[in-house]
């Protein structure tokens, strides 16, 4: 069965400090894997895809096919990505995606 | 471009009354989604529509869940008989063709069942 799993329900930093947000998948065929984030009053927004292989407001992901895993990560937290972060897998071209449960990023001044 | 929009913001109904939402998605887009939000839960899939078709419904409660997609452009989610567990904010989302690339989300509709 398909399935995202982000361990972490609540990941609390100080400002400067490194970020990572881990995901966990389980899918037999060749996944896409996405990151949406939500902020405080906003809707769900893409963050970055794992094929495009970019870096959006300095997060990064790398996707570790031994591992089955798409970790999020950023070297140094600010404090305006204080937000809920989803982990999210789509089997190619059906368009759907199945998220994780969510981790909520805390970036303390 | 104008984003995807949704109406109401906020829903509060009592068990077993009957509730519906509304999703005009981006202009153009042909792929139609709608998720379920359970509070502390990531979205889950309803239903997807490719143009006015029903592309998958696997997930939805055909007993007491539909949805259509007139012509192809605004669609509509109806529950009818609500239950207390379908307290949740519904999701619209429409993408461009090709599916994944281009996801754009709707505010959402926050319901809560009493």
């Known amino acids: 069965a398909q399935r995202v799993t982000q361990p972490e329900k609540l990941l609390s930093v100080f400002k400067g400090a490194p970020v990572e947000l881990k995901c966990n998948y389980s899918?037999?065929?060749?996944?896409?894997l996405f990151w949406y984030v939500q902020y405080s009053r906003q809707r769900l927004q893409l963050l970055l895809r794992?094929?495009s292989r970019e870096s959006i407001k300095g997060f990064t992901a790398d996707l570790n096919k031994g591992e089955t895993s798409f970790h999020l990560k950023k070297p140094f937290a600010q404090e305006e990505d204080s937000a809920m972060y989803y982990c999210a897998l789509s089997k190619s071209n059906t368009g759907k995606l199945i998220f994780g449960q969510g981790t909520t990023l805390q970036v303390k001044p | 471009e104008a984003g995807v929009a949704q109406s109401p913001r906020y829903k509060i109904i009592e068990k077993r009354q009957s509730v519906a939402f509304w999703c005009n998605p981006i202009?153009?887009?042909?792929?139609l989604y709608w998720y379920q939000q359970i509070l502390g839960q990531g979205p889950k899939l309803l239903i997807q529509f490719q143009n006015n078709g029903v592309v998958d419904d696997s997930q939805l409660p055909k007993d007491r869940f539909s949805a259509e997609r007139l012509k192809g452009v605004d669609s509509t989610l109806k529950i009818q008989p609500a239950k207390l567990e379908d307290s949740a904010v519904y999701l619209c989302?429409?993408?461009?063709?090709?599916?994944?690339?281009?996801?754009?989300f709707g505010s959402g509709t926050r319901l809560t069942v009493v």
């Open positions: 899918y037999s065929g060749s996944p896409e």
């Open positions: 202009s153009g887009h042909a792929t």
């Open positions: 989302a429409s993408s461009s063709p090709g599916g994944n690339y281009g996801y754009t």
């Open positions: 794992h094929i």
